[in-house]
């Protein structure tokens, strides 16, 4: 069975400092995939990265950038210089690699920006 | 131009109602789905839906019962409401890859469900 744990549940930062979610999965697959979604107070979710097990390299995109580590089994998320829309609750999720198509979600953590 | 669209936004209703949420993709997906939010942000999987095909049915009450009348449409169908049933429902879609997995879903914007 798949599992996802984001071991933080609040993070509360000030404007422009760097932010770290973690992000730790199980699965007995040697295949699988990993994502990260962002859920703004207006309650959409929106995606944000997917990853394969297969694809170690870290990836950068603006102020974000992931963290992709096998051997921690983890997928951290960095937001460089946070700003205030930067707040919403952000999930880590994971589905398996045959026949696996649900995402398995983590609990979330949820940021807050202060101007 | 809305990628995953859902209706309503918001559903507020009486116990025992049996009401509906529409889900409807123009991404070309083949499949969909229902997950559930429930108040402590936690998200799960209810039902898949592949070309029309169940292929995923979670440990999910007989009162909920998805239809899917074509690739692009997925429906959620409730029966019987009951308080514990308030939460916000989310549609997603993607690709089915082969191999079964791993495509990335994109969602639509959720249903806000309030039984009272």
């Known amino acids: 069975a798949q599992k996802v744990t984001q071991a933080q549940t609040e993070i509360s930062v000030v404007e422009k400092e760097d932010v770290t979610l973690d992000c730790v999965y199980e699965?007995?697959?040697?295949?699988?995939?990993l994502f990260w979604y962002k859920q703004p107070p207006s309650g959409e979710l929106v995606f944000l990265i997917r990853?394969?097990?297969?694809?170690?390299q870290n990836e950068i995109s603006g102020r974000y950038s992931w963290n992709f580590q096998k051997s921690t089994s983890s997928f951290n998320f960095t937001i460089t210089a946070s700003q205030v829309v930067d707040s919403a609750v952000y999930f880590c999720a994971l589905t398996g690699g045959s026949n696996d198509y649900k995402l398995s979600f983590g609990a979330g953590t949820t940021v807050t920006v202060r101007a | 131009d809305t990628a995953v669209s859902q209706t309503p936004k918001y559903l507020v209703t009486q116990m025992g109602n049996d009401k509906s949420i529409k889900c409807e993709q123009n991404?070309?997906?083949?499949?969909m789905y229902w997950y559930k939010q429930d108040s402590k942000k936690f998200l799960k999987i209810m039902f898949s839906?592949?070309?029309?095909?169940?292929?995923i049915n979670e440990t999910v009450p007989n009162r909920f019962s998805p239809k899917s009348p074509d690739k692009a449409h997925l429906n959620l169908h409730i029966n019987s409401l009951e308080l514990g049933d308030s939460a916000v429902y989310f549609c997603?879609?993607?690709?089915?890859?082969?191999?079964?997995?791993?495509?990335?879903?994109?969602f639509g914007p959720g249903t806000r469900l309030t039984v009272l």
């Open positions: 997603a879609s993607s690709h089915l890859t082969t191999g079964g997995s791993g495509d990335t879903q994109y």
């Open positions: 839906y592949n070309n029309k095909e169940l292929i």
């Open positions: 990853r394969n097990s297969f694809d170690e």
């Open positions: 699965t007995r697959d040697t295949t699988y995939y």
């Open positions: 991404l070309g997906h083949d499949t």
